[in-house]
C-alpha cells in the first residue's frame, strides 16, 4: 500500500482544486437528452363536470410538463393514435434555432402527422423560462392537447424563492372543435359565441346538473386546489392557453410580484390582477403571508369581452386546512370586464429587468403595418391582416422553398401596409370586402424588421377586440402601445429603446397599435398570428421566409403531403 503525505500547506492548494474539479464544470455541465414518449388519443372527459371527447396526452390533459434544463436536448416521440384526425405539436416559445423543421406547425414548417403514424420531435431548449405547447392543426388544441415546458437555468436568477409551482388557464368549449369550425365556415356565418366555462390547471366547474346524466356528473370534477406552506415564497408560472377569452388572474387576500414574462426577466411589480392572454406565460412571487386558519379563492374571468362565462375558482390552500374547504368569503371581484386603462397600463408596464437588458438597434430596415380587418369574401366571414385573409398551402412553405417547389403558393407577397391614412380605424368599413392568399413575406436575412399592429373596427359597430399575436421563431422587442392610430411620424418618437421587454406573444388593445421589432436572424418560415383559435382559423396571419439558404437539409419525415407525396421515408 503506497501511503501519500501532504503538508499542511498543501491541503486548502488540494481542496480548493477538489472544489473546482467537482463544482468549476457545472456551468459548462454536458447537456442531457430528455426523452419523451407521448400518445395522443380522444377520451371522454368531464374538466368541468360536463362529459365530452378531450384529446390527451398518455390518458392527461394538460399534457405532461416538459422539464429540462437551459442546452437541454428534447426529444419527444409522438404517437397519433387519434384515429381519424392528423396532428402536430408546436413548441411555444422555443426558437428552433437549426431546427426549424421542428416548429411543428402544419403547413407551414412541416405536413401532419398522419392517424397511425408517429413522428419525432428533436431540438435544444437554448434559453431557460416558462414556455408552452399544443396541438397546431386546425382548431385541436382547444380539444385538450397542450401543456407546459419548464427551462431550468445554468446561472443563478435575479429572485429567490422556497417552492416552484405550475398553472394553465383555459376557456372551454361543450361543441367539438369540428362543429365550430363548421359554422365559422358557414353560410350564414355562426361564431362560435362564448366558452362554457374557465378551467384552473384542467378544473373547472359547470352546473349541468340540469343534463342528463350521461353528459352530466358532478361528482367528476373538482376545483383546482394549489397546497401552500405558510410563510413561504412561491414562483407561480401562470400560461395562459386560451381559445377565445383574455383572461384577469388573482389570489384573494394575495399580491403578485411580476418577474418574467415569456421566459425573460422582468423588472419586478405588483399586481392584484394579472392580465393574460392566450399564449402569454409569466412568473409571479406570491408571499403567502395571510392569515393560515383559513383557504382563499383563485380566481380567473373573462376581460375585453362581455363577461356571460362563469368565472373560473380554485382554492389557495394553506397548510394544514382540507384542500376541499372552501373559503369563508365570495369570490373576489373582477376588473370590468370593458375597462381597457388597466390592461393597457400592465402591457406599458412590462420593462426588461436591469441587469438583464438587450437593448435592440436603434433603427429598422423595413416597416410592416399590419391592420387586423374583419371582412367578407364571397359572403364568408374572415379576418384579415390588411384586407388579405390567410390561408394554408397543402405544401408546407419551409419545404417548397428548400426543395425549389415553385408553384406551391402565391409568390406575390402581402402588401407592407394599407391605405392607411385614408382608413377609419373607429368605424365599420364602408366597403368590407377583402381577398384571401398564401403569399408570404420575404425578408432579408439578417435584418430589423419592425411590425405595428394596428387595431380596428370590426364589422361590429363600435367593436374592436383584443389580439394576442405569436411569432415563431423568435422573440421580439416590445418598442410601445398607444391609443388609436398609430402616427408614423411622432409615435416613433416615443419608442422604449432602453429597457424594452422581448416576448414572443403580445396583445394590440382594443382601437389601439403595438409596435415590435426583431431581427431576421434565424433561417426558415415562421408564423405570426392571432393566438385565438378561431381568429387564426378564420385567416388572421402572416408568414415570414428569412435565410431559407442557409437551412440545412430537412429531414423526410416531415414530408409526404402536397407535392411532397412520395418524398416521405418512414
Known amino acids: 500500500m503506497v501511503e501519500f503525505q501532504f503538508s499542511s500547506r498543501a491541503i486548502p492548494t488540494l481542496l480548493l482544486l477538489c472544489f473546482f474539479l467537482i463544482f468549476g464544470n457545472f456551468r459548462n455541465a454536458e447537456a442531457r437528452n430528455r426523452h419523451y414518449k407521448w400518445d395522443v388519443k380522444y377520451e371522454f372527459r368531464s374538466p368541468d363536470c360536463f362529459k365530452k371527447l378531450v384529446i390527451t396526452i398518455n390518458g392527461n390533459t394538460p399534457g405532461p410538463t416538459i422539464q429540462a434544463q437551459e442546452g437541454d436536448t ?85 429572485f429567490t424563492y422556497d417552492f416552484d409551482r405550475s398553472i394553465i388557464l383555459n376557456d372551454w368549449y361543450h361543441k367539438s372543435t ?11 356565418f355562426k361564431w362560435v359565441g362564448e366558452p362554457e366555462s374557465l378551467l384552473i390547471h384542467g378544473k373547472g366547474r359547470f352546473n349541468c346538473s340540469q343534463l342528463s346524466t350521461d353528459v352530466c356528473d358532478m361528482s367528476k370534477c373538482s376545483p383546482f386546489t394549489q397546497t401552500v406552506i405558510p410563510g ?27 418577474v418574467e414574462a415569456d421566459g425573460h426577466y422582468v423588472e419586478p411589480f405588483v ?35 362581455n363577461r356571460t362565462t362563469p368565472p373560473g375558482l380554485g382554492i389557495f390552500n394553506y397548510y394544514p386546512n382540507h384542500p376541499k374547504r372552501s373559503p369563508p368569503t365570495v369570490p373576489p371581484s373582477p376588473p ?6 388597466p390592461r393597457l397600463a400592465q402591457s406599458l408596464a412590462i420593462k426588461a429587468r436591469q441587469g438583464y437588458i438587450h437593448k435592440p438597434p436603434t433603427t429598422s430596415d423595413r416597416v410592416i403595418i399590419l391592420l387586423n380587418t374583419q371582412n367578407n369574401i364571397s359572403e364568408y366571414r374572415h379576418w384579415s391582416v390588411n384586407n388579405v385573409s390567410f390561408t394554408l398551402p397543402h405544401t408546407p412553405y419551409l419545404i417548397a422553398l428548400k426543395e425549389n417547389i415553385t408553384n406551391a403558393f402565391d409568390p406575390t407577397p402581402p402588401p407592407d401596409g394599407h391605405e392607411f391614412a385614408n382608413y377609419d380605424i373607429f368605424n365599420v368599413s364602408p366597403n368590407a370586402n377583402g381577398t384571401s392568399s398564401n ?100 385567416g388572421m396571419g402572416v408568414v415570414f421566409e428569412e435565410g431559407i439558404e442557409r437551412v440545412g437539409k430537412l429531414p423526410s419525415s416531415i414530408m409526404g403531403c402536397g407535392q411532397t407525396k412520395g418524398f416521405h421515408k418512414p
Not at 369540428?178 to 350564414?188: K, N, R, V
Not at 370590468?336 to 386603462?341: G, I
Request: overall charge neutral; hydrophobic content about 35%; aromatic content about 12%.
Open 232 to 258: 413561504k415564497i412561491y414562483r407561480l408560472r401562470i400560461a395562459s392557453l386560451t381559445a377565445l377569452s383574455a383572461l384577469s388572474f388573482q389570489i384573494e387576500g394575495h399580491n403578485m410580484t411580476v
Open 178 to 188: 369540428y362543429e365550430q369550425a363548421a359554422g365559422l365556415s358557414s353560410i350564414p
Open 74 to 158: 428534447v426529444v419527444v416521440q409522438v404517437n397519433n393514435t387519434l384515429l381519424t384526425e392528423n396532428l402536430s405539436i408546436h413548441w411555444h416559445g422555443i426558437r428552433q434555432i437549426g431546427t426549424p423543421w421542428f416548429d411543428g406547425t402544419e403547413g407551414v414548417t412541416q405536413c401532419p402527422i398522419l392517424p397511425g403514424d408517429t413522428f419525432i420531435y428533436r431540438f435544444v431548449v437554448d434559453r431557460p423560462g416558462t414556455y408552452l405547447y399544443h396541438a397546431h392543426y386546425g382548431m385541436q388544441r382547444e380539444a385538450g392537447l397542450y401543456g407546459l415546458i419548464r427551462v431550468a437555468p445554468r446561472d443563478p436568477e435575479p
Open 336 to 341: 370590468a370586464w370593458d375597462d381597457a386603462e
Open 439 to 538: 403569399g408570404i413575406y420575404r425578408l432579408k436575412f439578417n435584418t430589423t424588421v419592425d411590425l405595428i399592429l394596428q387595431n380596428a373596427n370590426t364589422m361590429t359597430k363600435n367593436n374592436s377586440e383584443t389580439h394576442p399575436w405569436h411569432l415563431h421563431g423568435h422573440d421580439f422587442w416590445v418598442l410601445g402601445y398607444g391609443k388609436g392610430r398609430f402616427d408614423v411620424n411622432n409615435d416613433t418618437k416615443k419608442y422604449n429603446l432602453e429597457n424594452p421587454i422581448m416576448k414572443n406573444t403580445v396583445p394590440v388593445h382594443p382601437f389601439g397599435w403595438t409596435a415590435l421589432r426583431f431581427r431576421s436572424d434565424n433561417p426558415g418560415v415562421w408564423a405570426f398570428h392571432c393566438h385565438i383559435e378561431s381568429h387564426f382559423y378564420m
Open 271 to 305: 399586481v392584484k390582477n394579472l392580465f393574460i392572454y392566450s399564449g402569454e406565460t409569466y412568473s409571479v412571487l406570491v408571499k403567502t403571508d395571510q392569515d393560515p386558519s383559513r383557504n382563499y379563492w383563485i380566481t380567473s374571468n373573462v376581460v375585453s369581452r
